[in-house]
């Protein structure tokens, strides 16, 4: 009988799936244009003041552990910036962790607020480790629709028809990866409502919430008067320090329904011991120092955006919304173009451009793709060009 547990036999990350197939192409001397991986730092120079702030922090000591619940200094700059970029008053340091990026954040916190058996809401499509780490806890991912024609924004009505007695948490992801959806201030307060109703949390991620385009990013903390909302953000995309590690979670809960599920999430950090002590510290002057980069960055990532988007537009047989944030776009497929899973193996295999199957966001994701934008104009072009090649082949064929 193979070895192997099941939990772990039906989690998936279809964004770097097929990485290791096209590394092998590359090795054989094919140019392959990876546009799978939402990764700034690739694309973007990380501020000399965060980057000097590290190497500082590396060479005057910061080898040892820090405490576990992040340092101090750092908790206290995540405070600040939640109530000035975002609005989210009444934060003290107690009520922020410090984390190894979001995706840490995911894995602590989904365990502490469900048992084995009990459901979480999770946006459909979403960003898969909410369904993967949702599984390894043995909790049921139980998915709501986000409407594609409506911008895909979360559908109330679908989540009030799912929300039941073993709902322990709703997710909401915005800016959102993959459909770049920025939501209304009306679609937030009506998903804190039904929470509301129900006595349970939102879960919020914000990781994208300094990256966007069209509209008003409202943080869902920021609306909610008493309904708990657990924050999740990071450093990663907005500071470009992808591969430094380094996100937070934080508890707005004015009522303190909240406390065990954070002592819980407390336990759980001091078990990993950690988050990596020089990140932590140059954490600290990423946050309080300055944000000129992140305009640059927006003005740079809106032009790959409309570019984006109007190429794709011009393509016979695609549906796509615009994208208000992040650096995803989520075309829909014509239905010539067949699966979408075996489209961009094919791409791959012939053009030698890598794309991101929407199935593997949920259900709702299939036959579309996610094309990250990060890149500059020149290669999205060449990108965009070989993509168009691709279709009319198959149209033809
Ligand atoms: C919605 C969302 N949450 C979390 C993450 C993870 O970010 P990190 O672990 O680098 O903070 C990502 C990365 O793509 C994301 O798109």
């Not at 995911?106 to 780490?133: C, W």
């Not at 950090?269 to 927006?298: C, F």
């Not at 776009?329 to 053009?351: H, N, Q």
Request: net charge negative; with cysteine; proline share 6%.
């Amino acid at each position: 009988m193979p070895l192997g547990s099941k939990r772990v036999s039906m989690i998936n990350y279809a964004i770097r799936d097929l990485v290791n197939y096209a590394k092998k192409l590359e090795n054989e001397g094919r140019k392959i244009i990876y546009l799978n991986i939402g990764d700034p730092a690739l694309f973007f120079e990380t501020p000399a003041h965060i980057r000097e702030a590290l190497a500082k922090a590396a060479t005057e000591g910061n080898s040892h552990y820090a405490p576990s619940e992040g340092i101090p200094k750092l908790r206290e700059a995540i405070c600040r910036k939640e109530r000035e970029v975002n609005g989210v008053n009444g934060l003290t340091p107690d009520d922020v962790l410090v984390t190894a990026g979001v995706s840490e954040g995911i894995q602590l916190v989904l365990p502490s607020i469900a048992d084995a058996g009990d459901e979480i809401l999770i946006p459909d499509p979403s960003y898969p480790p909410y369904v993967s780490y949702s599984i390894l806890s043995g909790i049921n991912p139980k998915t709501y629709r986000c409407i594609e024609e409506e911008g895909w924004r979360p559908d109330i009505d679908d989540i009030r028809s799912k929300i039941g007695e073993k709902v322990r948490a709703i997710v909401l992801i915005n800016p959102n990866n993959p459909s770049g959806a920025v939501y209304s201030e009306k679609t937030i307060r009506e998903i804190i409502h039904v929470a509301g109703e129900h006595n349970v949390p939102v879960i919020s991620d914000e990781i994208y919430d300094q990256i966007v385009y069209d509209g008003n990013f409202k943080s869902t903390a920021a609306l909610s008067d008493d309904v708990p909302v657990i924050g999740l953000n990071g450093l990663s995309k907005t500071y470009l320090i992808t591969g430094w590690r380094l996100g937070y979670i934080y508890f707005h809960d004015p009522e303190g329904v909240l406390d065990s599920v954070k002592e819980g999430i407390k336990k759980m950090t001091r078990m990993r011991l950690s988050v990596n002590t020089p990140a932590q510290v140059a954490g600290v002057a990423a946050l309080n120092g300055s944000k000129e980069h992140i305009k640059e960055l927006v003005l740079s990532l809106r032009e790959r955006r409309d570019y984006s988007l109007k190429r794709l537009n011009e393509f016979t047989d695609v549906y796509c919304e615009k994208p208000r944030g992040a650096f995803y776009i989520f075309p829909k497929l014509g239905e010539k173009w067949g699966r979408d899973d075996e489209f961009v193996v094919e791409l791959l295999k012939s053009k030698g451009v890598l794309l991101v199957s929407g199935s593997g966001f949920g259900e709702r994701g299939k036959g579309h793709v996610r094309i990250v934008f990060l890149p500059p104009i020149e290669v999205l072009e060449e990108a965009f060009n070989k993509i168009e090649e691709f279709i009319s082949q198959k149209m033809i064929s």
